[in-house]
């Protein structure tokens, strides 16, 4: 079986974010054909995290705006400091992760939204 993905776009998150939602809408307002993956339903592997680390720099792809990672203690947000560090608790915690990550099938990823962008990534 091919890793190419059968739509142009994957989009990885969790349904219920509101930044997923206005995502989600845009590129349905805009005729983007993609396929969702919700880390609660789809699931996490340590691939996939693996391949976002391999294309994202750990700081951006961790979430410490969100209430998942103020809800860790001190000493355990002082430990992440690399993206090694930065894998174990997001594979505990894909909630940490920073959403969406929007993935082209040739290989470009995209964290966060912001419509501007989604306009170029998508052209």
Not at 16 to 33: F, H, M, P, Q, S
Not at 86 to 105: D, G, N, Q, T, Y
Request: aromatic fraction near 12%; hydrophobic fraction near 35%; proline fraction near 3%.
């Amino acid at each position: 079986m091919s890793n190419t993905p059968t739509y142009p776009y994957i989009m990885y998150g969790i349904k219920n974010c509101d930044t997923i939602k206005k995502a989600r809408r845009y590129l349905e307002d805009n005729g983007v054909n993609y396929q969702f993956h919700d880390y609660r339903v789809d699931g996490l592997t340590d691939e996939l995290l693996s391949t976002f680390l391999e294309n994202i720099d750990w700081e951006t792809l961790v979430n410490k705006r969100g209430t998942t990672w103020r809800k860790l203690t001190d000493a355990e947000k002082s430990a992440v400091t690399d993206a090694a560090s930065a894998k174990k608790v997001l594979l505990a915690e894909p909630a940490m992760i920073k959403r969406p990550v929007l993935v082209s099938a040739d290989n470009r990823y995209l964290v966060g939204f912001n419509a501007d962008e989604y306009q170029r990534f998508t052209k």
